[in-house]
């Protein structure tokens, strides 16, 4: 298991410097946008929202996968020291991007006003043209970022979303405030991605760079991409059904939910949901590499182990942080928008069950697939997906609004979870700890309830209940993890090899993992 160990450390590593880019982009966004929701107010706010809806549609289109076939391939290559095969990833999928992307943003301009008139809403087809541009610039960063993804060299991806978040929100706030409204935002939103894209792809031409000269300097773009194209191919026709069934809900929610307001609501439930991102996006982002790496027959010990391990100690992270979101959603919205987003913390609430299936290896399953090349087998789950999606989400999003859509959302991920995981264990032999994933949920669900009640009980301002809560879900649910052997002492161990890569944050973590297993020597705990 040493080769797991230190996988397990380059991928902490990786993750951390993921997470402080993450955290820091969204507090810069968080604060703009709370601004823009004040200064926009909820219907124009939901107007916005809804002006995103077509050219993110479009983006859908520009991949077809070739961003994910560069973080295997360069991911693979980087692990058989092959440079001249990197160069190549790297060339063959800005090319890819640049070609398609500028296609898309075009297409997107002309259509406008059919896009406008299909969301109902005539009026925005000048804020979807000027938001056209995003399709080309987002193209550049994502490129960007798979490129730091698959040579796991995340702080560059955190500098290129930190000055992401900077200048746009830095735009969208001063335009807003000029008085230009949604034209403003959108105008904001737009130049801040293609200053991210250029960013981006300055960093990756200066990795590019720095890679040692290859033997041979011929760059082989054609059979490249034919490579990339035949991989992603499959993942990307999946990805796209699964984004286009996304973008089905918001266009049927804004054909059947007429009031701005609740979209506004929605919307910023779904802002408040990325506090659950922090945590588990650094997580799905590193494990593909991770998986990416290994050969299931010459190394199918250590992909057993990292697989289960994965599952483990991302749920004992996305779990508890979901509890403690969904527990105070109210007092935590109410902190910072008072009355004026009422819809929001039920909203929240809902929304962020989802991210307890990662107790279930949701974040794991996946990555594992993708990452020893089942992408096929992958796009087959995305269809049933979408096959279940459309009629549920029409169905329910009509008649329920809001309350539908994410219902929805609970529901058609489920199938090819649980299908996925069957998959893993007919064809690795490797499967779930059911028991730890259990006690994880129920340490989890402990703490967020007893939580719930107290801060319901209390008769106190918002800010005061919400410190009041976190503190108490942090002492109960440490309580309750030890005493059900949610955590052991193993763990502890565990978590101290992996945490030795993380520099400054080192003695922090490890005076905290010592103290927990001090606590449990004193209690006999095990």
Known sequence: MSKAAEMAKVSVKGGFHLLWGLVTSTMISAVGTIVIAKLLGASNYGLYSVALTAPTLISVFRDWGINTAMVRYSAQYNSEKDVAKIRSVFLSGLAFEVILGSSLSLLCFVLSPFLAATLHRPAIAPLIQILSLFILTGGLVNTASAAFTGLETMHLYSVTLIIQSLVKTGLIVGLVALGLGTVGAVTGYSVGVLIAGLTGVFLMWTMYKSLPQPASSKLEMLGTIKTMFTYGLPFSIGSILTAFLTQFYTIILAIYVTNNAVIGNYSLAVLFSVLITFFAT?????????????????????????????????????????????????????????????????????????????????????????????????????????????????????????????????????????????????????????????????????????????????????????????????????????????????????????????????????????FLDKLIAVFHLE
């Open 282 to 514: 650094p997580v799905t982002t590193m494990l593909f590499p991770a998986f990416s790496k290994l050969d299931p027959q010459r190394d199918n010990e250590t992909l057993k182990g990292v697989f289960q391990y994965s599952v483990k100690y991302a749920a004992l992270v996305v779990v508890p942080v979901t509890a403690i979101v969904m527990a105070l959603a109210q007092p935590g919205i109410g902190t910072i928008f008072g009355n004026a987003y009422t819809e929001a913390p039920l909203f929240l609430a809902l929304l962020s069950v989802t991210y307890l299936y990662s107790s279930f290896g949701s974040l794991s399953a996946g990555n594992l697939i993708i990452g020893q090349g089942f992408t096929t087998y992958n796009m087959w789950l995305s269809i049933l997906t979408v096959a279940i999606g459309f009629p549920l989400s029409f169905l329910l999003i009509s008649n329920f609004g809001v309350i539908g859509l994410i219902t929805t959302s609970l529901i058609v991920s489920l199938p090819s979870l649980f299908l996925s995981l069957r998959f893993i264990k007919n064809r690795f032999e490797i499967s779930l700890d059911w028991v730890s994933s259990a006690k994880i949920l129920f340490s989890s669900a402990i703490a967020g309830i007893l939580t719930y009640i107290l801060t319901f009980e209390i008769a106190f301002p918002d800010p005061i209940r919400l410190v009041i809560g976190i503190i108490a879900f942090c002492v109960i649910f440490v309580v309750a993890a030890l005493f059900t052997g949610t955590v052991k002492r193993a763990d502890l161990g565990n978590m101290k090899e992996i945490t030795n890569s993380l520099g400054p944050l080192r003695g922090p973590l490890r005076s905290l993992l010592d």
